[in-house]
C-alpha cells in the first residue's frame, strides 16, 4: 500500500513556540491532503484539507491564523501551530488522498507536548 | 448528539472468539461506511470500505451495514492476539477519499492468548 510519514514522531516544546509538521506521501502525489487532531480517548477531528498550490480550508472552529497550513508540492503539506499552548497538546495526524486506489492514506501521526 | 456514536470499549475477548464491533449514526446522508484499525501511537489503517447497505467479507472481516437503521457492524471471526488494536469507523456523505471523513471515537479490543 501506499505509504505517507510524517515528521516529527513526537515533539515537546514551550509555551508560545511555533512547531512544524511535515506530512509526505513517499511513494505518490497527492493533490489533497488533510489535517486531523486526535485528543485522548476521542475520535479524529478533522482540521483542515490541504490543497496543493491554493489555501487550505478549514473546519469550524479551528484558527488558521493559530495552524498554518502549506501545500507546496504534490507530495509534501506542512502544518505549524503557531503560539502553541498546553491546549494544543495532542495527537496530529495526516491523510493523503491516492488518485488510483480513491483512498486516503493515513500518516504515523506526531504526538505533540507543549510545557 | 454526536453524528457518529461508538462505544469506545475496552472490550476484552478470549483468543479465537467472535468480536462484534459496531457504531450509529445520525446523518442519513452518509452513504460510505469505512472501518480503520489504529495501533496504539500509530496512524489509521484501513480494513473495510462499504458503500451503502449490505454486507462485505474480506478473510476474517465481515462489515454489515443498514440504513435503515443507521447501523454498522464489524465482525471478526477467529479473533488473533495481534488484532488488539482501537477499530474506528467512519463515513461520508459523497464517495471518494477526498470527502470528508466523520469518525467514530473509535473501539479499543483487547484479544487476550
Known amino acids: 500500500g501506499a505509504v505517507v510519514s510524517q515528521h516529527p514522531s513526537r515533539v515537546i516544546c514551550k509555551s508560545g513556540t511555533s512547531v512544524k509538521i511535515e506530512c509526505r506521501s513517499l511513494?505518490?502525489?497527492?493533490?489533497?491532503m488533510f489535517w486531523y487532531r486526535q485528543f485522548p480517548k476521542q475520535s479524529l477531528m478533522l482540521m483542515a484539507t490541504?490543497?496543493?498550490?491554493?489555501?487550505?480550508?478549514?473546519e469550524q472552529g479551528v484558527e488558521k491564523d493559530k495552524f498554518l497550513i502549506n501545500h507546496a508540492s504534490l507530495t509534501l503539506s506542512t502544518l505549524t501551530v503557531t503560539s502553541a499552548h498546553p491546549e494544543d497538546s495532542s495527537f496530529y495526524i495526516c491523510?493523503?488522498?491516492?488518485?488510483?486506489?480513491?483512498?486516503?492514506?493515513f500518516g504515523p501521526g506526531t504526538r505533540l507536548t507543549v510545557l | 448528539q454526536k453524528e457518529v456514536e461508538q462505544d469506545p470499549g475496552p472490550l476484552s475477548v478470549p483468543e479465537g472468539a467472535i468480536v462484534s464491533l459496531n457504531c450509529t449514526y445520525s446523518?442519513?446522508?452518509?452513504?460510505?461506511f469505512m472501518w480503520y484499525r489504529q495501533y496504539s501511537r500509530k496512524g489509521p489503517e484501513l480494513l473495510m470500505y462499504?458503500?451503502?447497505?449490505g454486507n462485505k467479507e474480506d478473510g476474517r472481516f465481515t462489515a454489515q451495514v443498514d440504513k435503515s437503521s443507521k447501523y454498522i457492524s464489524l465482525f471478526i471471526r477467529d479473533s488473533q492476539p495481534s488484532d488488539s488494536a482501537t477499530y474506528l469507523c467512519?463515513?461520508?456523505?459523497?464517495?471518494?477519499?477526498?470527502?470528508?471523513?466523520?469518525f467514530g471515537t473509535g473501539t479499543l479490543l483487547a484479544v487476550q492468548p
Open positions: 491523510s493523503a488522498h491516492q488518485t488510483l486506489n480513491n483512498e486516503q492514506f
Open positions: 511513494d505518490f502525489q497527492a493533490t489533497t
Open positions: 490541504s490543497n496543493e498550490g491554493s489555501k487550505a480550508t478549514y
Open positions: 446523518n442519513s446522508a452518509f452513504q460510505y
Open positions: 462499504t458503500y451503502s447497505s
Open positions: 467512519a463515513m461520508s456523505a459523497s464517495g471518494g477519499a477526498t470527502n470528508k471523513l466523520i
